[in-house]
Nanobody, 124 residues
Framework: QLQFVESGGGLVQPGGSLRLSCLAS????????IGWFRQSPGKEHEGVSC???????YYTNSVKDRFTISRDNAKNTVYLQMNSLKREDTAVYYC??????????????????WGQGTQVTVSS
């Protein structure tokens, strides 16, 4: 069964940093584009960043130059390094297999279900 386990969230002050991890189980993620999404209360899931098989990276405009996505295929894990965090980054963060590169397919997950996510709260 394809499954993601997200971790690394927490409470951080504005300007702080967090590193999220996304561990895949039930499949090997090295053949897929893997994306990070987030959802704030009352809002839809928003695509944040994704990384392709050849490690091409994509970012939504609001996180460019602050977030860095990476993958370690040996550990079947994708990471999201988040720096210079802002209050508006507060959300539950999820990872997902992407339908394709966002420039082609938009920020669309391939499957319709989500894991438990990891809560990121940016507050003073």
């Amino acid at each position: 069964q394809l499954q993601f386990v997200e971790s690394g969230g927490g409470l951080v002050q504005p300007g702080g940093s967090l590193r999220l991890s996304c561990l895949a189980s039930g499949f090997t993620l090295d053949g897929y584009i893997i994306g990070w999404f987030r959802q704030s209360p009352g809002k839809e899931h928003e695509g944040v960043s994704c990384i392709s098989r050849d490690e091409t990276t994509y970012y939504t405009n609001s996180v460019k130059d602050r977030f860095t996505i990476s993958r370690d295929n040996a550990k079947n894990t994708v990471y999201l390094q988040m720096n210079s965090l802002k209050r508006e980054d507060t959300a539950v963060y999820y990872c997902a297999v992407m339908s394709g590169p966002p420039v082609v397919a938009g920020w669309r997950p391939l499957f319709g279900s989500w894991g438990q996510g990891t809560q990121v709260t940016v507050s003073s």
